[in-house]
């Protein structure tokens, strides 16, 4: 039996297969930005013809998709109407206090995805307790849908005040809408978060039916394309968070699965790392047109309960939000910048040198690809370098234009700044670098953690060729190449498991929590995660739960989610409250003892017992190098910058690397790795690269 993951990124898709016997294929094909489902079917259809896909052997199916973050990035999703309590039509006007540029006074807000005509009120009203005030208007609502359908919208949002204590006004306009016009998508925010905060819930609903009918189309032209090519296993969607949901869950929720094409890389490290028995790792993915950056603890990645998505890309520090559309959902916490291979360079009015956020993508490309690109990327960068080979890549799959990386670099960066060619090309390799380290430092030392105290793993198609120059830039001085790095984030998607996350405010005082009540919200929350996964195909007794509390001190704004250990006693509350103090200490560099501790919110998260794959290990990873060509395969001139200069250097295969000391360039189909002059580096029995940068630190 056979699967197979897919991972769409700006440039290239890529595609792993594995099967029983633990061989792994992997492809890359260029995307396809039209519709990104074709470049998926178009390589599936290469690997069918050259007998690696035995389409009736495929017994599950893996996807990490952009589309619904492409679509909020070029507001190209759903015509959608906004359905209210009287009085809160503007919440997504007024937002919250954020500025992304504190002193750039003419800064405008991101436009509402819902213009204002299209935002309704309707009479009805229910306490913070959830008591009803005013009871719902059926007349108002039904005039509200009427009113909505006749403006042409495709999609509608429902968010009412106080409906996460009690949802029976959002159910019965629900059924009123459905009634009225069955033709809309519909989204309720009992449905999508039921959690406190007018603001954040009203603006995740809304995304959810901004992209929604968008997800649904995507997903119905692949699942049918998947379908005519005789494919017809279960098809899963990464979540932002991390797990996989049924492709109908997702067309339902497209919210939580934001962030699903970054989010496989970091899982796929954090199962590398408990193989290698690492713990702490900083996950760094490269590709064609970002740079993430993943904080991986204890074996977990680290989860946010917030994204901002469509805020600037190529800034890694989030502590100045209010850029973006705000999606509370659960994710992993990456912090992502417009810095990847195919990221332009540009010189500003200034005459500074900047790489990105805009990218060549794959068409027209960088220039070295020969597809019609004219202006110098990081990738072209890298060739002039000698980082990349100077005539192919993909193993001779894609020729390389050398020439024209040059003519490129020369016309736009080196004679604008009279320096040399090389010193141009090093110089585009270096910002590259800079903004990936704003990255780094974004998921640790802004949360209290030393990047010196982790090991990088390094992958995408660009984070090898960049990882030891960025870990030195980091301080971070232990580098973990994974094999097929370059597809890596596909590779990860096949050691996911069925997951979902649900949460309940629940506000109170811990010195006076009501155990019965968040026993009882306990009990509902477990009893709605056994029905969501035994609708996913998860048998009774499969899956795992684990709790957490949200909580923070009085007064404050923000909450840390801390862990609940069972039985619930009124010792169990008392011990998340001291862990609390001290994860607000290692997060802040603060704590208040003294202080009185709030909780806000019961969280769950309940996944199966076991995923696609059923765990990393050496013979599982080993196969992914069985295609690759052994030995060396010459030497070439590699400049390392003005430190170390120009160098003749090998270029080796990864299954011939022996243990030495750069510099060194290890050619794969996938990505290149480039180790510095005097780095150690070492196969380990994993198959993985491990680099060590401590005699160059």
């Known amino acids: 039996m056979q699967q197979i993951g897919f991972d769409v990124g700006g440039t290239f898709t890529d595609l792993v297969v594995t099967d029983a016997k633990d061989n792994i ?5 260029l995307s396809t930005p039209h519709d990104y489902s074709q470049g ?20 599950r199916m893996v996807h990490a998709f952009t589309v619904a973050t492409n679509a909020l990035l070029t507001r190209t999703g759903a015509k959608v109407g906004l359905i209210t309590t009287r009085g809160f039509r503007d919440v997504l006007e007024i937002g919250r206090l954020r500025m992304p540029r504190l002193y750039d006074m003419e800064w405008d807000k991101p436009v509402p995805l819902v213009r ?36 042409g919208v495709e999609s509608i949002a429902i968010c009412l005040l106080h409906a996460y204590v009690d949802s029976r006004h959002e159910k019965r306009l629900l059924e009123i809408a459905r009634a009225r016009a069955p033709q809309l998508v519909i989204s309720a925010s009992h449905q999508v978060l039921p959690e406190i905060r007018e603001f954040e819930r009203t603006s995740t609903t809304v995304v959810n039916a901004f992209v929604k009918p968008v997800v649904d189309r995507y997903l119905g032209r692949l699942e049918r394309g998947l379908e005519e090519a005789l494919v017809t296993a279960p098809l899963m969607i990464m979540q932002s968070a991390g797990g996989v949901m049924k492709s109908g869950t997702a067309r339902q929720l497209p919210a939580y699965c934001i962030e699903s094409g970054p989010a496989a890389g970091a899982v796929g490290a954090a199962a590398l790392g408990k193989l290698l028995g690492i713990a702490n790792i900083i996950a760094f993915d490269m590709g064609g047109t970002t740079a993430k950056a993943c904080l991986i603890e204890n074996g977990e990645p680290r989860l946010t309960s917030e994204l901002e998505v469509g805020a600037a890309l190529n800034s890694g520090q989030r502590l100045l939000s209010g850029g973006g559309y705000v999606v509370r959902t659960p994710a992993i916490d990456l912090a992502e910048i417009g810095a990847g291979g195919g990221s332009l ?18 068409v027209p490309g960088p220039a070295c690809y020969g597809l019609g690109g004219e202006r110098p990327t990081v990738t072209d960068a890298n060739v002039v370098l000698g980082f990349l080979s100077r005539g192919h890549l993909l193993d001779g799959a894609m020729p390389i234009d050398s020439a024209a990386a040059e003519a490129a ?39 209290g953690r030393a990047p010196a105290d982790f090991t990088m793993v390094a992958f995408g198609g660009s984070g090898p060729v960049h990882a030891a120059s960025l870990a030195m830039h980091a301080g971070i001085r232990q580098i973990v190449i994974p094999p097929a790095p370059g597809v890596f984030s596909a590779f990860g998607l096949l050691f996911t498991r069925i997951e979902h996350r649900l949460v309940r405010t629940c506000a109170m005082d811990v010195e006076s929590a009501d155990l019965d ?28 739960q684990m ?68 765990a990393v290990n050496a013979q599982g990873v080993k196969p992914a190098l069985a295609a690759l060509r052994l030995g060396a395969l010459g030497r ?6 003005p430190r170390w200069g120009w160098h003749d250097t090998p270029i080796v295969r990864r299954q011939g690397l022996s243990t030495c000391q750069g510099p060194l360039v290890v050619e794969e189909y996938d990505t290149t790795v480039v180790v510095p002059p005097d780095a150690r580096v070492h196969l380990d029995p994993t198959g993985s690269i491990r680099i060590d940068l401590t005699p160059i630190l």
Not at 25 to 29: A, D, E, F, P, S
Not at 350 to 359: D, E, H, K, N, Q
């Open 40 to 59: 998926i079917l178009d390589g599936v259809a290469q690997l069918v013809s050259g007998g690696v896909l035995v389409p009736a052997s495929v017994e």
């Open 517 to 544: 009540r968040i026993g009882s919200l306990l009990h509902l929350l477990g009893e709605e995660a056994d029905e969501l996964m035994r609708a996913e195909g998860v048998a009774p007794g499969q899956s795992e």
């Open 116 to 151: 204002r005509s299209l935002r309704l009120e309707v009479r009805e009203r229910l306490s913070a307790k959830g008591e009803v005030v005013t009871p719902l208007d059926e007349d108002d609502a039904a005039r509200a849908i009427d009113t909505l359908v006749a403006a």
């Open 25 to 29: 294929r992997t492809l890359k094909v």
């Open 636 to 641: 070439r001139q590699v400049y390392f910058g």
């Open 345 to 362: 360079a540009w010189i500003d009015a200034g005459g500074a040198l900047r790489v990105g956020p805009t990218s060549a993508g794959s």
């Open 547 to 614: 709790r957490q509390l949200d909580l923070r001190y009085r007064g404050q704004s923000s909450e840390i989610a801390i862990p609940l250990i069972l039985p619930l006693t009124t010792a169990s509350v008392a011990a998340a409250a001291r862990a609390f103090h001290e994860e607000h200490e290692r997060t802040y560099g603060y704590c208040s003892p003294d202080e009185p501790v709030q909780i806000v919110n019961l969280r769950l998260r309940v996944r199966s017992r076991s995923g696609g794959v059923a």
């Open 409 to 447: 670099i020369e016309r736009h960066i080196a004679q604008p700044l009279g320096i040399s060619i090389h010193e141009a090309a090093y110089g585009i390799h270096a910002v590259a670098d800079a903004a990936m380290v704003r990255a780094v430092q974004a998921v640790t030392s802004e949360i």
